[in-house]
């Protein structure tokens, strides 16, 4: 299975701004910011999308959003944050590599469109 652009990322093949990784998750800044501060987070393992995890991944689900918090204090989003996950064609997800959407640095609409 060829990589997906954020394996690449992750592997160092392609550039990219990274502000947080571990030995499970890595986060990095969104190349088309929606918001002033937009960092996407995202699973090593490449998990398609959030509806295609299994019961295994339930604790690296867990990291990831614990860790999408951390990194949302860490960048000064103090006054809130919005996360996002598109799931699949109708939920606008373009990158089949699960990824958790920081949004921050100004004030979220909703509904979103
Ligand atoms: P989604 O539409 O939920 O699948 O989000 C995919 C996100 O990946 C979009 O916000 C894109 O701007 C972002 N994206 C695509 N390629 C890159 C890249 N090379 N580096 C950082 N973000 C990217």
Redesign the pocket.
């Known amino acids: 299975m060829s990589k997906t652009?954020?394996e690449k990322?992750i592997a160092r093949e392609?550039p990219?701004a990274i502000v947080y990784e571990d030995d499970l998750v890595a986060a990095?800044?969104?190349?088309?910011p929606?918001a002033p501060t937009?960092i996407?987070i995202v699973p090593k393992r490449p998990i398609p999308r959030v509806g295609e995890a299994q019961a295994d991944d339930q604790a690296l689900l867990g990291h990831l959003l614990f860790k999408a918090a951390e990194v949302a204090q860490k960048v000064g989003l103090t006054g809130g944050y919005r996360l996002?996950?598109?799931n699949g064609r109708d939920?606008?997800?373009?990158?089949p590599h699960l990824?958790v959407?920081i949004l921050g640095g100004r004030s979220m609409k909703w509904p979103p469109g």
């Open positions: 652009i954020f990322i392609i990219s990095f800044r969104d190349v088309s929606q937009h996407l996002v996950i598109n939920g606008g997800e373009s990158v990824h959407h």
